[in-house]
């Protein structure tokens, strides 16, 4: 069984850049969350895609988007960087459907600074 | 919205030593909760699970009781390791989004 798994690990940008940052979800999971983790705080939810639809959204503005492929991996994209957008970026996948539990899968998560 | 609040760290406890880390939930309902742990340089993982009121969950000498009277989800240990230092999360699932809280940090001592 295949885990989460995030590219790139750790990546550098300039404010006003744009960066998209992909994950591959574990073998069955057909839902995909990320996260934005400050140093020092908890992740916060940014998005859900489920079946290549978004599901839900947290507090996040428009330049955080994403896409959810049909073999269920996902990317988010980051346009117009700020200084504050520099955080580990977490991706985890669930089973949805009738085989929600409410657990997720953790990547080691990319870790973005920008300067 | 919905919010987690665990108690602030850092925790620092000796090779042995009783653990409890605080958390309260104010999400409405019945949510499932979660105690997840990070330890460092690898992603979050599951540690334990509840999915109803008055359920235990437990893993690895870890325990958590769902207390809907108190919005509680205390986590406890009896004797910590020093592999257990790692940042604890709890959090709380009511429909598509996990709510985290801000994480504990538990530093053990030999």
């Known amino acids: 069984e295949t885990g989460v798994t995030q590219s790139p690990t750790h990546l550098i940008k300039t404010r006003g850049q744009q960066v998209t940052l992909r994950c591959s979800s574990q073998?069955?999971?057909?839902?995909v969350s990320w996260y934005q983790q400050a140093l020092g705080q908890g992740p916060q939810f940014i998005f859900q895609y489920y079946r290549e639809e978004e599901n839900g959204r947290g507090n996040f503005p428009p330049r955080f988007s994403g896409l959810q492929f049909p073999n269920y991996s996902s990317e988010l994209n980051v346009n117009a960087l700020e200084l504050d957008d520099s955080a580990l970026y977490l991706c985890a996948s669930s089973l949805g459907d009738r085989g929600f539990t409410g657990e997720l899968f953790f990547g080691e998560g990319s870790r973005l600074t920008v300067l | 919205g919905n919010s987690v609040t665990q108690m602030e760290g850092p925790v620092t406890l000796s090779e042995e030593a009783f653990l409890t880390i605080n958390c309260t939930y104010t999400?409405?309902?019945?949510?499932?909760l979660f105690w997840y742990v990070q330890y460092p340089g690898e992603g979050l993982q599951l540690l334990l699970k509840a999915t109803k009121a008055d359920d235990k969950g437990s893993n690895k000498g870890f325990e958590a009781t769902y207390r809907k009277e108190t919005t509680s989800f205390h986590l406890e240990k009896g004797s910590v390791q020093v592999s257990d230092s790692a940042v604890y999360f709890c959090?709380?699932?009511?429909?598509?989004?996990?709510?985290f809280g801000a994480g504990t940090r538990l530093f053990v001592k030999a």
């Open positions: 073998s069955g999971h057909n839902t």
């Open positions: 999400a409405t309902g019945y949510p499932s």
């Open positions: 959090a709380d699932t009511g429909g598509f989004k996990t709510i």
